[in-house]
T-cell receptor, first 112, second 112 residues
Framework: SQQGEEDPQALSIQEGENATMNCSYKTSINNLQWYRQNSGRGLVHLILIRSNEREKHSGRLRVTLDTSKKSSSLLITASRAADTASYFCATELQTGANNLFFGTGTRLTVIP | KAGVTQTPRYLIKTRGQQVTLSCSPISGHRSVSWYQQTPGQGLQFLFEYFSETQRNKGNFPGRFSGRQFSNSRSEMNVSTLELGDSALYLC???????????FGPGTRLTVL
């Protein structure tokens, strides 16, 4: 089964509002990465947070990581119509293997 | 720097045929990973190559294979295609382990 589960599966908000997506995973990780995907195209890397970090910011993005709860959240502030996309969390495990386990994704729709 | 490139972008094949997909990583990146994305199974790891050696492999049948050349370009091959192989195939490159993986635009394979 997949490493991560994301919540909610779909989210619809008005432009200017904040969007929060959550990701839970099952085993110990080395890092967690968030990606965006527009309409079945390639994945665009948003942010990477390492297991020893608790919070990270990048522009309008804020990511938190709680390794005790095995969960992460992605906050997009002041959303724009261009933020409409699917968002995936991906974990790199501590096993040493350099591959990512992806969550199920959250489909975000920002209404202008 | 140019990003990860994948060719072809779209491909239509019939059952029983074989297919070869190509991926050129970001200049200087020596690790290339392949992923399959389907509506039912989501994003799943296929395999990773580093310095022309397969370093890690996902849970896919032997019909899926790959290789990496000395210039780090990678190819994946799927033999005896099945309808269920229809998917978006993504490759990603990374400079070294524990770092961001950068994805290409993907190859959309349709098996009829």
């Amino acid at each position: 089964s997949q490493q991560g589960e994301e919540d909610p599966q779909a989210l619809s908000i008005q432009e200017g509002e904040n969007a929060t997506m959550n990701c839970s995973y099952k085993t110990s990780i080395n890092n967690l990465q968030w990606y965006r995907q527009n309409s079945g195209r390639g994945l665009v890397h948003l942010i990477l947070i390492r297991s020893n970090e608790r919070e990270k910011h990048s522009g309008r993005l804020r990511v938190t990581l709680d390794t005790s709860k095995k969960s992460s959240s992605l906050l997009i502030t002041a959303s724009r119509a261009a933020d409409t996309a699917s968002y995936f969390c991906a974990t790199e495990l501590q096993t040493g293997a350099n591959n990512l386990f992806f969550g199920t994704g959250t489909r975000l729709t920002v209404i202008p | 720097k140019a990003g990860v490139t994948q060719t072809p972008r779209y491909l239509i094949k019939t059952r029983g045929q074989q297919v070869t997909l190509s991926c050129s990583p970001i200049s200087g990146h020596r690790s290339v990973s392949w992923y399959q994305q389907t509506p039912g199974q989501g994003l799943q790891f296929l395999f990773e190559y580093f310095s022309e050696t397969q370093r890690n492999k996902g849970n896919f049948p032997g019909r899926f294979s790959g290789r990496q050349f000395s210039n780090s370009r990678s190819e994946m091959n799927v033999s005896t295609l099945e309808l269920g192989d229809s998917a978006l195939y993504l490759c990603a490159s990374t400079l070294r382990a524990r770092n961001t993986q950068y994805f290409g635009p993907g190859t959309r394979l349709t098996v009829l």
